[in-house]
Nanobody, 124 residues
């Protein structure tokens, strides 16, 4: 069964940190670029950043997370992670990981597989 499963979401205070994980199964993880998106209530899904397959180059699609969020992957474990630091209330959203064959894209329509999402709430 092809799937991505996110975990690690929750409630955190402003200025805090969270680490989200994305575990893949059922497909050749190594050959897929992995991206993180988020969707806040009433807003469109937003691309955040992506890590490619070969050399681990990271592409940022949202200026709002530069310097605060980082993405990593462990191909041996079929997992990717999103480290989120200095969280702000405006980071509150459902966070999704997604996989695209070969390269990173900034458009959500290019991604083949999606997780179910994990809720992140930043509030005091």
């Amino acid at each position: 069964q092809l799937q991505l499963v996110e975990s690690g979401g929750g409630l955190v205070q402003p200025g805090g940190s969270l680490r989200l994980s994305c575990e893949a199964s059922g497909f050749a993880f190594y050959y897929y670029a992995i991206a993180w998106f988020r969707q806040a209530p009433g807003k469109e899904r937003e691309g955040l950043l992506c890590i490619n397959t070969s050399d681990g180059t990271t592409y940022y699609y949202a200026d709002s997370v530069k310097g605060r969020f980082t993405i990593s992957r462990d191909n041996a474990k079929n997992t990717a992670s999103l480290q989120m630091n200095s969280l702000k209330p405006e980071d509150t959203a459902v966070y999704y990981c997604a996989a695209a064959g070969g390269v990173c894209y900034d458009s959500s329509t290019e991604y083949d597989y999606w997780g179910q999402g994990t809720q992140v709430t930043v509030s005091s």
